[in-house]
């Protein structure tokens, strides 16, 4: 069925097509009437999203071995041909990728290849500005993509969520800027180290008894003071639990933060997105150990994220993506390193995921001052996720024309 | 003090006088946290009087003397600087180059963290709050990301600049930032060619720093940033002209024509002074009244603001004198900054602080790193402020406050104050002068008189035991608010 139609038919049948949903997506009713849907998710499906902070080498990732440019763009970093997991005649995967091949073949593990936008940006900072925001190169938005999608929706499920988000790795986030695809508009995020530090810190945080005029400060004061007493609770009661699987992760720092996400997860704390960091990619010089160790943490935790999530039965519910501000140069600097790019591929792993490539690999012989042309813009990613992973139908690309990435979830 | 009750007499009349709590919103409003000195030296003034006191105590020079990796002259550094690196680059490839090139690095590092130790430890030190509160105004208006633009120094110099107009004249510093070397790095101005424009300064410029949104077209930037091509870090580390590489055409920008340079297009955008004072007056309203503009209100002090030619203190006054900042409604309903929750805490508390690294990193956990904003538009501010995590860190950096923690650190000043007089005048010497007061407070047994300076609001507190007045007030969740 194609995406017009599928809309005409949620306008028509819009009663129908909401009773299809979980209860607390249903229950709520919207304050304007029946007349217009308000966008909702579909809260039993969670977002985790996984930053590779620094700018991932994407062409010593995902590998065009076959392709002789490859080998002459890198004398010294090039993975040679004969370790590369191939995949395919042209392309193949970092041999980090070993654990991760099972998910491949039973076609859990997608890549999007080539994902970029239009004049891209070479600063890190900007570059993840424009990534978070979900915005257009030369456009200013500062809320988060997420902030801006969740807005609203999730506040009619309020009492059955633990939280807007959970994001791992406090000083990561607050350093660089605030929450990220988070910022913005006033969710209910919880930014812990572990859940474990959150609860010690949290202690004590009772819910205050004092009331304030509705809409002060000192009412928003209380209502976060409020927001801590309540998820605290919950928190350490599923904290508490034994896990819902025997997987055990690697003792990486990854390992570790995904660790707790699957722990949460297959206990149903109630969470729609979860955000999570591997620092380190910005690899300028001698790439090609320290590469292939991050490389290898990350996909490490994701084969056991994987195992975790079949264990416990949750798999279908949990879709996995990568980003970074950017990719790297095609050609290797003097330090045998890479310098700033832009196209790279990213991941999508999870139960519903499709497998295998999506999109099209830069063509190397036709580079634009030595970068590579992105083929697919990361907007499409954000765009199929919303629509086609939590089947919302609200606007929240400021590029009405973005269309989604088609066939990147089963349904 | 009699001196300043005579003074009081002569200057108001009783029925126009302040009451406390309304001197007590003006300078939590104008500063960082009041004290029962500045308290009492504004109350027997009228509104008008006590906003002018408050403006008199303006300065352009820091209390403290600068580190020491400022103290040379800015060419001077520059040089140095650049020769330092040029002798790494001039060594063969290997480990020695290496070390080299790692300690020119971490020098750099070390001093941006004394950067940032500096100006926590002036804000906690300034005789004049309303200055500060200002030069973070500015820092927030005319952003730049000490993390893009890398050199210290560059950040201490854009520090001096907004110090030296915070309370001046809005067109001169707009007019001297396109020569701001951390602005011209911060934005890209260095690749800006004339074959290869770069459009990140002359998109800020408008969106941000001066007309604002929806005033200008896309192609009133594309032709901006045409006048803005060619300025090149010069020997002297300012931008200069370098006529090779800048666009000498005819450009057309908001319907003028001309052969227009970087301070030909900054003056069409003043000239927009409707725009421009609205924009700015917008964002003084949110960091001084409400979150929620009066669009009227506004208005007016926008008109007062050019009609004074961008005099920065006309707009102060227009908007300190508004029926909505009086409000008693609209008092306590601002949250406070990370930067005024923890210099307020130590500054009300009396606490000398020596290094200042515990509030830096503070700063940090709280949301707000001095020198390193988020990005171009600033830090949100208000509302966003508060989360769950923040608030958790909030209640755990004020912990530290009450607990001593952040003046333990060091018993002497990382930075010395400049050798300072009293001011001849008594009002400015009240407001200015640091006079501690809450060993009196305590031991006369006034916890009221606690609470009041410390909440903005009353009937909050329901303690009664003098000697827990403070950590009762600091717990308390209007701490957050002024």
Known sequence: ?411 | MRALIVLGIVLASPLLALDEGEARHLLARTGFGPTPVAVAALVPLSREQAVDAILATATTVPTLVAPDWCADPFPTYVKARKADWDAAYAMAQGEPRKKREDELRKRDEDRGWDLKRWWWQELCATRSPLTERMVLFWHNHFTSQLSVVGDPRLMWEQNQLLRRHALGSFAYLALAIPFDPAMHRYLDSDSNVAAHPNENFAREVMELFTVGEGNYSEKDIKEAARAFTGYKLGESGVPELDGNQHDGGRKVVLGNRGVFDAKGIIEILLLREKNVALNVCTRLWREFVSETPDEKAVFAVSAAFYRARYQIPAALRALLASDAFWDPANRGELIKSPVELMVGAVRQLDQVVGDPIALVDAGKRLGQDLFDPPNVKGWKGGRAWISTHSLLARRDALEAVLSGKVTAASKHHLFTPRPMGTPAQPMVAALTTPTPWLTAATAAGDRALIVRMLLPRSGVDSGTDVRKAVADALRDPSFNLK
């Open chain 1, 1 to 411: 069925m194609d995406l017009r139609r599928r809309d005409l038919l949620t306008l028509a049948l819009g009663s129908l097509a909401v009773a299809a949903l979980p209860r607390w997506a249903s229950s709520a009713e919207s304050p304007t009437g029946p007349s217009l849907p308000v966008p909702t998710i579909d809260f039993r499906r969670s977002l985790v999203l996984i930053e590779l902070r620094g700018g991932n080498d994407g062409l010593n990732t995902v590998i065009p071995f076959a392709d002789a440019a490859y080998a002459r763009a890198r004398p010294t970093i090039a993975i040679p041909p004969e370790r590369v997991l191939r995949l395919d005649r042209e392309l193949g995967l970092h041999p980090a990728f070993a654990p991760l091949l099972p998910a491949w073949k039973e076609r859990e593990l997608g890549v999007v290849l080539g994902v970029g936008y239009p004049q891209p940006n070479r600063s890190h900072f900007r570059g993840i500005d424009i990534w978070n925001s979900g915005s257009a190169a030369g456009e200013q938005a500062i809320d988060g993509w997420l902030a801006r999608l969740l807005h609203g929706v999730t506040t009619r499920a309020y009492a059955d969520l633990l939280a807007d988000a959970v994001i791992f790795g406090y000083g990561a986030t607050v350093a660089h800027g605030g929450f990220g695809p988070l910022s913005g508009q006033a969710l209910r995020t919880l930014v812990m180290d572990s859940p474990a530090e959150y609860i010690a810190r949290a202690k004590g945080a009772a819910a205050p008894a004092d009331a304030a005029t509705a809409g002060s400060a000192l009412d928003h004061v209380l209502g976060v003071q409020r927001d801590i007493a309540s998820t605290v609770e919950r928190l350490s009661a599923v904290e508490q639990e034994p896990a819902r699987f025997t997987t055990e992760f690697p003792k990486t720092n990854l390992g570790r933060q995904l660790g707790m996400t699957a722990k949460l997860i297959a206990a149903e704390a109630g969470v729609p997105v979860w955000k999570l960091t591997i620092d380190g990619f910005d690899t300028h010089a001698d790439q090609s150990k320290r590469h292939a160790e991050l490389l290898g943490e990350l996909v490490g935790a994701l084969a056991a994220f994987r195992a975790a999530l079949i264990e416990a039965k949750m798999w279908d519910r949990v879709a996995v993506m990568t980003y970074s501000e950017f990719g790297r140069r095609v050609d290797e600097n003097a330090s045998k390193g890479t310098d700033h790019g832009t196209a790279a591929p990213h991941l999508m792993l999870g139960g519903k995921v499709t497998g295998g490539w999506h999109g099209k690999q830069p063509d190397l012989k036709r580079l634009d001052d030595g970068d590579l042309v992105h083929t697919t813009d990361f907007r499409a990613i954000y765009r199929s996720i919303a629509q086609d992973w939590w089947g919302y139908r609200g606007e929240f690309l400021s590029d009405k024309a973005i269309k989604p990435l088609p066939g990147l979830f089963r349904t």
